[in-house]
Each structure stands twice: as C-alpha cells, then as structure tokens.
C-alpha cells in the first residue's frame, strides 16, 4: 500500500497568514494526488486534483503543485473560514490512500 | 446541481448487517464512478470501495474484503453498501462520493451516515 505522510499533523496561524502543508507518498504517484478540506462535523470538501488543478468553485488562494512522491497544499491569505482538517489523498493505485490530517487552527 | 444522499446507517450488534443507500441526483449517475469513504468517530478518513458506472469494475479495502459488497442501480441512480459480520472497528460515519470523470477522486460528496456497531 502506498502510504501518504502529511506535515505538519497541526499548525496555528493568523488570518492572512501563508500556509503550506505537505504530503509524502511513500513511492511515486505522478500527479495522482488530491486535497480535501474538512470542518468539524461535515462532510469533505474537494479542493485540488491532479496535484493542482483548482476544483470548480474553490477560491484561488487555495494552490497545490508537486509531482512524484512530494506535494503541497499552499493558501495564500488565510481566511476564517479556512480554519479546518486538510487531508492529501492518493488515486494511483489501490487501496487508495489518505494522510493522516493536518489541523488548522486559529492563532 | 449534484447531489448524494447517503441513509441505512444506525446502531447494530457486533456480526450484524447493514444496508446503506446512497442516492443521487443532478448529473448522469452511469457515467460515474462512485465510492465510499468511512471516517471513525475522531480519526481520519479511509477509503472503502469504488464501483464503475457500469458496476463491472469493484475494488474494495482489504478491511473490508469478503465481508461487504457494493453495488448501484443505475435506474434509480442509487448506489449500495452491504455490510456483514461487522465489527466495532467499523464503527464511522460512511460518505457517499461521485469520482471525478477523468480521476479516481471524489469531487462531491455526501453528508455522511453513522454507522455504530456495539453490543
């Protein structure tokens, strides 16, 4: 199973601050990896797929790149609204695979 | 606009079965792969199965395996989880996806259900 580490697993920041979080596949994945966002008791919100191709109605703050086994998940200016769980997830083969987490809290 | 409306879920006894349902509406549900992701109460998400829009391409989690079984009904656009001889470990709220039409990753999701197994 290809496993995907994600770091930090939390981190405080302010409003307007520029975030980057990570994911590491455990072997290459090309580009097959995606971004979700997850609020507490909701269900997850696709961000980015294909390593950063911008879901239809995402902000463009929101900003993913990597290729092979090394990814990020960058947000520009932190918004209130984008305190919250970010998961990296791998589709190129199965069992399809999702890091651990990474929380975003307020500062 | 999409969307997916998982139900079936609730409290059941350690062996016991269950039925969950997800519904679709909004788009051409056989063009779609479909999937389901648990997450358990506290913990991070987990993939469980994906199905083809045809429902001739399955492949599920190797915690699951052999004991649930997924399945659509593509003329009531509807989408399928059977569960046996569950276990507390799959205890979770279960989403309902839509994959995306060129990439095996969710682009919609649905609000969740509980499932909890306890005796």
């Known amino acids: 199973d290809i496993q995907m580490t994600q770091s930090p697993s939390s981190l405080s920041a302010s409003v307007g601050d520029r975030v980057t979080i990570t994911c590491r596949a455990s072997q290459g994945i090309n580009n097959y990896l995606a971004w979700f966002q997850q609020k507490p008791g909701k269900a997850p919100k696709s961000l980015i797929y294909?390593?950063?191709n911008l879901q239809s109605g995402v902000p463009s703050r929101f900003s993913g790149s990597g290729s092979g086994t090394d990814f990020s998940l960058t947000i520009s200016s932190l918004q209130p609204e984008d305190f919250a769980t970010y998961y990296c997830?791998?589709?190129?083969?199965?069992?399809?695979?999702f890091g651990q987490g990474t929380r975003l809290e307020i500062k | 606009q999409v969307q997916l409306v998982e139900s079936g879920g609730g409290l059941v006894k350690p062996g016991g079965s269950l039925r969950l349902s997800c519904v679709a509406s909004g788009f051409t549900f056989n063009d779609y792969y479909m999937t389901w992701i648990r997450q358990a109460p506290g913990k991070g998400l987990e993939w469980v199965s994906y199905i083809s829009g045809s429902g001739s391409n399955i492949h599920y989690a190797d915690s699951v395996k052999g004991r649930f079984t997924v399945s659509r009904d593509n003329a009531k656009k509807s989408l399928f989880l059977q569960m046996n001889s569950l276990r507390a470990e799959d205890t979770a709220v279960y989403y309902c996806?839509?994959?995306?039409?060129?990439?095996?990753?969710?682009?919609?999701w649905g609000q969740g259900t509980l499932v909890t197994v306890s005796s």
């Open positions: 996806a839509r994959d995306r039409l060129t990439a095996s990753t969710p682009d919609h």
């Open positions: 997830q791998q589709y190129s083969a199965t069992p399809i695979t």
């Open positions: 294909a390593a950063s």
